[in-house]
Structure formats: structure tokens, C-alpha cells
């Protein structure tokens, strides 16, 4: 079982930044690919980052790329999302998620992750 707990959304003006967390439970941090999605109000799920077991792979959605980067921190069970020149296109509830399979490969998919944390909500006012 893996427990995921996001923080660090908020209100924030178009341009501002904010930095995303995310903290895992268990001692096998490392063996998950983990990713960020994101859904705004009315809106389907959006794949935004999403980050390999070592942190030596990312891989970014269109809509963010140049602006968002994912990080994790594996001594500390943590993965990032650190977004910068925010719009308002970007509010939304952000979610982290961790994909235990074993080839360990990346994945845009949401159905690809099993576990889920409870997301933290990002406006971006203009």
C-alpha cells in the first residue's frame, strides 16, 4: 500500500510560481515511477509530468512543457512539480500518482498508476 500526500497549491497571480510536493509512505519510494496529472473544473484528467525511478528520465505534457519540471528526492519520498510562469489555463487540482509495475517504465496514462493522492488545488487568477 502507498500513501500519497500532495502540498503547496494555492493562489497565485498569472506569472507567479509555485512549487508542488508530494510525500510517500513506505521504504520503496525509489521503485515507482510517480507523475502528475491534473484536472480543472469540467474538464477530463490531463497528464502534466510524469518522472522514471532514479530521476534521470522526465517527461512533460505539451500544455507545460518549458514551464513545469518534475523533481523527486528519493532519500526524502518526495516527488516535485515545480511551475513556473503560471496562467490561468493551469488552475485545476493537481494530483500526484506512483506506478509500482516492475519494467518501470513511464507512462502518460492515468490508468498506468494504482495509487493516487488527494490532490491540492491551484488557482491562477489573472
Known amino acids: 500500500q502507498v500513501q500519497l500526500v500532495e502540498s503547496g497549491g494555492g493562489l497565485v497571480q498569472a506569472g507567479g510560481s509555485l512549487r508542488l510536493s508530494c510525500a510517500a509512505s513506505?521504504?520503496?519510494?525509489?521503485?515507482?515511477?510517480m507523475g502528475w496529472f491534473r484536472q480543472a473544473p469540467g474538464k477530463e484528467r490531463e497528464f502534466v509530468a510524469a518522472i522514471n525511478r532514479s530521476g534521470g528520465y522526465t517527461y512533460t505534457g505539451d500544455s507545460v512543457k518549458g514551464r513545469f519540471t518534475i523533481s523527486r528526492d528519493n532519500a526524502k519520498n518526495t516527488l516535485y512539480l515545480q511551475m513556473n510562469s503560471l496562467r490561468p489555463e493551469d488552475t485545476a487540482v493537481y494530483y500526484c500518482?506512483?506506478?509500482?509495475?516492475?519494467?518501470?517504465?513511464?507512462?502518460?496514462?492515468?490508468?498506468?498508476?494504482?495509487?493516487w493522492g488527494q490532490g491540492t488545488k491551484v488557482t491562477v487568477s489573472s
Open positions: 500518482a506512483a506506478d509500482t509495475a516492475l519494467d518501470g517504465t513511464v507512462s502518460t496514462m492515468g490508468d498506468q498508476y494504482e495509487y
Open positions: 513506505g521504504r520503496t519510494f525509489s521503485s515507482y515511477v
